[in-house]
């Protein structure tokens, strides 16, 4: 079990691009989900893991990772996952000490960029990046199943 502590900002401008140190490719899917928690399934290059995410208070979330074949993933993204996948390049990005993850995403959701960073702590002093916008953590609009929902949405319309 992991208690994870995350920020969420929307990304201002691309000038984070020439900080990037790596990036992999991911594929997310969701098995199952409700307003307190999710079960996804995520293929990241070569590997895939099984997470349950189940929300505390505030911005921490308990979460458990556990990693399985990839062919398993594989089929649970197409046998399970339904529209509910979404495909994403994530860039690390390092600042002030502390690791950012910008997710540029693909697909239905071409367009979106959103930055998030992992704290040890709520209180945790943040020194935000020239390159981030406003916070949206906890803004329900910004979950990817909404975000997903929207464009879906749009799309049919």
């Known amino acids: 079990m992991f208690l994870e502590i995350e920020r969420k900002f929307l990304v201002a401008d691309g000038s984070w691009q020439a900080h990037a140190i790596r990036h992999e490719h991911l594929q ?43 062919s398993d993933a594989r089929e649970l993204l197409a046998s399970h996952c339904g529209d509910l996948t979404l495909e994403k390049t994530r860039y690390f990005v390092p600042h ?16 979106v960029v959103l930055a998030e960073v992992e704290l040890p702590d709520e209180r945790a002093d943040l020194a935000l990046p020239p390159w981030v916008g406003a916070e949206v953590t906890g803004r329900p609009e910004y979950r990817k199943i909404n975000l997903q929902r929207m464009r879906q949405g749009a799309l049919a319309g």
């Open 96 to 111: 002030a000490g502390v690791l950012w993850h910008v997710d540029v995403y693909e697909g239905s959701l071409d367009g």
């Open 28 to 70: 997310d899917g969701l098995i199952s989900h409700s307003a307190e928690r999710k079960v996804r399934v995520r293929i990241r290059d070569d590997s895939a893991t099984l997470t349950i995410k189940a929300k505390r208070e505030g911005i921490r979330d308990i979460e458990f990772e556990y990693p399985i074949p990839l």
